[in-house]
């Protein structure tokens, strides 16, 4: 991977931009093999978990009220799963704080739709991931008419209202579109069906939603359009190469946490002190 300071820049969505021309089997920033791909990656990966502690250490010994949003959004099979498993999965879970967001409970639907998303935000010191998100209201919910256009238009506002106030409380928000090609979802769905330890992953209702593809394009680009902030961007991660979308999540990580400037937080006592002290016992 190039300078980790480039990938966000790289795959940053600007407004202009758009789904219809996202190459989902390119690798932005990373010209090697998937070879070259995994040694990448258990470094990054490495570098990531060093950076989780230090944002947790902070948290716990200096009181740092800051905290990482993950969001991620993706068609089914995308490769959410393989993110949180192999991206997050490289950090302290003590740290990390994970939800995923399903079809809304009854319980759910009797509240704003915000309401399980603040519920779920990352405490202090963490870092959370949500497995879908907010995000859902105005993508499914808008592609199948859950609600009338009435209700989701005003949302992408109250969306960008709401994470600049996560943002000013002192979260980083991640956001990343993962863009898998409807040729290699079913390339993936296929080896789901294949594979008896898969057949848990399937759902049959992931083929009534190829047909809505297009239906679906539209509405991500009007999230991506009008929900890439200066505050909260996306980030459009294209995953046919899962090996490469794991890897960009992991430098977008990197980088948000880089940005955080921490260092180990000094001892609050005196060590030499405390050494003679131990030693005596
Ligand atoms: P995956 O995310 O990998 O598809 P899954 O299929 O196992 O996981 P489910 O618990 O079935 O997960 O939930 C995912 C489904 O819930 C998706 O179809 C998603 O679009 C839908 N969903 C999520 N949020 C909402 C919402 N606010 N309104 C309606 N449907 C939603
Ligand atoms: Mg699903």
Request: proline share 6%; charged share 30%; glycine share 6%.
């Amino acid at each position: 991977m190039s300078s980790s300071n480039e990938i966000s820049r790289l795959l940053r969505f600007n407004p202009g931009d758009k789904v219809v021309d996202v190459d989902p089997r390119a690798t932005p920033g990373f010209d090697g093999k998937k070879a070259d791909g995994a040694e990448v990656q258990s470094e990054r990966s490495a570098r990531l978990a060093e950076l989780q502690e230090l944002l947790y250490a902070n948290h716990k010994a200096r009181g740092d009220h800051r905290s990482i949003l993950l969001v991620l959004q993706g068609m089914d099979a995308a490769g959410k799963g393989g993110i949180v498993k192999h991206v997050v999965g490289a950090v302290n879970p003590m740290g990390v704080r994970y939800t995923a967001f399903g079809k809304p409970t009854e319980e759910e639907l009797a509240h704003h739709y915000l309401w399980r998303i603040r519920k779920a935000l990352p405490p202090t010191g963490h870092i959370g991931v949500f497995d879908r998100s907010h995000y859902e209201d105005v993508l499914i919910v808008r592609v199948h008419n859950l609600v009338p256009p009435d209700v989701w238009e005003p949302r992408y506002d109250e969306i960008n209202a709401f994470e600049r106030e996560l943002v000013a409380g002192g979260t980083t928000v991640v956001k990343v579109a993962m863009f898998i090609s409807l040729d290699e979802q079913k390339q993936q769905l296929l080896e789901r069906l294949d594979d008896p330890t898969k057949h848990w992953k399937y759902n049959p209702g992931d083929v009534d939603e190829r047909k809505l593809w297009p239906k679906y394009q539209e509405a991500y680009q009007a999230m991506l359009d009008r929900t890439s902030t200066e505050y909260a961007p996306w980030h459009v991660v294209p995953c046919d190469r899962r090996w490469y979308s794991r890897l960009a999540v992991t430098e977008l990580l990197i980088e948000a946490l880089e940005r955080l400037d921490l260092s180990w937080p000094p001892a609050d006592f005196d060590i030499e002190a405390e050494r003679r002290r131990l030693l005596e016992t």
